[in-house]
């Protein structure tokens, strides 16, 4: 289906507002946008990341997309539902669940504390074994 203007604007606003930093040699996006995080987070994810991470927030309400590149999964064995978005969930006391590639959270809390806990939660799981 075509793309109406709201989504699409509302990809163009987090790909300007995304903060890309690097863990390892993975790049991660984070942004937020209030509509169409989970088409942002793919916007994202096509742009480049590995790692997408785009929250939205409507009063206390928070709700967060996480998106990932096949690769990033298959080399690091990264599940983003059962080891980013449902620790996530619990401590923004919501929910949080979803597939390898494909994620998303729903709780209480403010959106730049989500972010840092979520990168958080991907630098623990993307320490280096030894």
């Not at 983003?80 to 709780?107: F, T």
């Amino acid at each position: 289906l075509p793309m109406d203007a709201s989504e699409r604007i509302a990809r163009l606003k987090a790909s300007k507002r995304a903060k890309l930093l690097k863990i390892n040699n993975w790049v991660i996006a984070l942004s937020h946008v209030s509509a169409y995080q989970a088409s942002a987070a793919r916007g994202l994810i096509s742009l480049g990341a590995h790692v997408a991470v785009v929250a939205g927030q409507r009063n206390e309400s928070i709700q967060i997309s996480m998106r990932a590149s096949r690769d990033f999964h298959e080399k690091t064995g990264v599940h983003l539902g059962r080891d980013v978005a449902k620790p996530l969930g619990e401590y923004l006391k919501g929910m949080g669940g979803g597939h390898s590639v494909s994620a998303g959270v729903n709780g209480v809390g403010d959106v730049e504390a989500s972010l840092k806990r979520c990168v958080r939660l991907l630098k623990d799981r993307l320490k280096p074994t030894l």
